[in-house]
Every structure is written in C-alpha cells, then in structure tokens.
Nanobody, 120 residues
Framework: QVQLEESGGGLVQAGGSLRVSCAASGRTFSNYVMGWFRQAPGKAREFLAA????????RYEDSVKGRFTITRDNGKNTVSLQMNSLKPEDTAVYYCAAGLGWSVDDYIYWGQGTQVTVSS
C-alpha cells in the first residue's frame, strides 16, 4: 500500500512558476511509475506527466510539454512537478498517482490533490 500527499499548490499569476510535490509512504516507492494529473471544475481528469521508477524515462501530455517537468527522488520518496509559464487554463486540482504501468488505468494509488490557481 502507498499513501500519497501532495503539497505546494497555491495562487500564482499568469506567466509565473509553481512547484507541486508529492510525498509517498512505503518502502517500495521506486517500484512505481509516478504520474501527475489535474482536474478542473466541470472537466474530466487529465494526464499531465509520468516518470518511471528509476526516473530515467518521462512522458508528458502535449499541452504541458516544455513547460512542466516531472522529477522524482527515490531516496526521499517524493515526486515533483515544476510548472513554468503558467496559464489561467492550468487552474485545477493537481493529483499525484502511483501505478504499475504507463497506462492511465494502471494507476492504483492517488493523493487527495492540491489546488493550483493561475490568475490572469
């Protein structure tokens, strides 16, 4: 079992940067692909980025590629999402998730989310 807790959300102006992080419990953190998702009011949950257990491989959704960077620290059981050049449409609740594969359906543990609001 893995428990996830996000932090670092907040209010930022358009064009600014924010870093959200996720702390994981458990001794098998490096076994999991870690992902970041978001959900805006009235919209479906959206995949943003994922990173392999080793941290070597990453994947990004096209709309955030070049703006967002996912990293992980297996020694500290954390995964982070650095978000630059933020836009008002990036406003959402951001969730981290742990999975056994790269498919969205492979994510089995989820955090409670952290709110990111980008003002225009």
């Amino acid at each position: 079992q893995v428990q996830l807790e996000e932090s670092g959300g907040g209010l930022v102006q358009a064009g600014g940067s924010l870093r959200v992080s996720c702390a994981a419990s458990g001794r098998t953190f490096s076994n999991y692909v870690m992902g970041w998702f978001r959900q805006a009011p009235g919209k479906a949950r959206e995949f943003l980025a994922a990173i392999s257990g080793s941290g070597i491989y990453t994947r990004y959704e096209d709309s955030v590629k070049g703006r967002f960077t996912i990293t992980r620290d297996n020694g500290k059981n954390t995964v982070s999402l650095q978000m630059n050049s933020l836009k008002p449409e990036d406003t959402a609740v951001y969730y981290c998730a742990a999975g056994l594969g790269w498919s969205v359906d492979d994510y089995i543990y989820w955090g409670q989310g952290t709110q990111v609001t980008v003002s225009s």
